[in-house]
């Protein structure tokens, strides 16, 4: 089994501000996925990566495969990035998921 | 395109029935998954589908649960007996497979929240 362990749970930001959500994970893996969820709504694919950093518009996602770890970041956070994000670590057939961070952004 | 569709999106049902949960993946995703989110829980992996291959159910949480693919396409999860603790909401993702490749990322249906009394 993987744990997969986020942090911090919960982060409130301003408006604009720069955000980080940490993921780290207890065994190797051969992919990691960053998921959003809305309140009350489904689940979105952020990014699926195996090495090295992606972005997409303010989104910007970086692995460490060595240290097992990964990063979530925000950039000019606006209130509409307000959800739950999910790190998610496939092992195997497998994905094991962090519990998630809950970020609100205060206009 | 569409997306991946769940069935139906609620479920009340009383505890000692059984229930049917629907997913219809998006066409020409080869590889299938159903979790669950429990209320104020992390998703937990129930069972994984690849192509004709072999389904892997290491996630069922007991005998009670089973699914199958039908034609590679369109899955059903069944919960027989169901007790209170089956209540959660149920996902289904869908993605591209295969050996070569990837990774693949998912792509989630809106899920069945199932509440048994």
């Known amino acids: 089994k993987n744990e997969v362990e986020q942090s911090p749970q919960n982060l409130t930001a301003q408006e604009g501000e720069f955000i980080t959500i940490n993921c780290s994970y207890s065994?190797?893996?051969?992919?990691l996925h960053w998921l959003q969820q809305h309140p009350g709504g489904g689940i979105v694919s952020l990014f699926m990566?195996?090495?090295g950093k992606k972005k997409h518009g303010r989104l910007i996602a970086t692995i460490n495969i060595q240290e097992k770890h990964s990063s979530l970041h925000i950039t000019a956070s606006h209130p509409r990035d307000s959800a739950v994000y999910i790190c998610?670590?496939?092992?195997?057939?497998?994905?094991?998921f962090g519990t998630g961070t809950s970020l609100t952004v205060i206009p | 395109g569409a997306g991946v569709s769940q069935s139906p999106s609620n479920k009340v049902t009383e505890k000692g029935k059984d229930v049917e949960l629907r997913c219809d993946p998006i066409s020409g995703h080869t590889a299938l998954y159903w979790y669950r989110q429990s209320l104020g829980q992390g998703l937990e992996f129930l069972i994984y589908f690849q192509g004709n291959s072999a389904p892997d159910k290491s996630g069922l949480p007991s005998d009670r649960f089973s699914a199958e693919r039908t034609g590679g396409s369109v899955s059903t999860l069944t919960i027989q007996r169901t007790q209170q603790e089956d209540s959660a909401v149920y996902l289904c993702?869908?993605?591209?497979?295969?050996?070569?490749?990837?990774?693949?990322?998912?792509?989630f249906g809106p899920g069945t929240r199932l509440t048994v009394t």
């Open positions: 998610a670590v496939k092992y195997g057939n497998q994905f094991y």
């Open positions: 990566l195996s090495s």
């Open positions: 065994v190797g893996i051969s992919a």
């Open positions: 993702a869908s993605s591209l497979g295969g050996a070569r490749g990837g990774p693949y990322e998912q792509y």
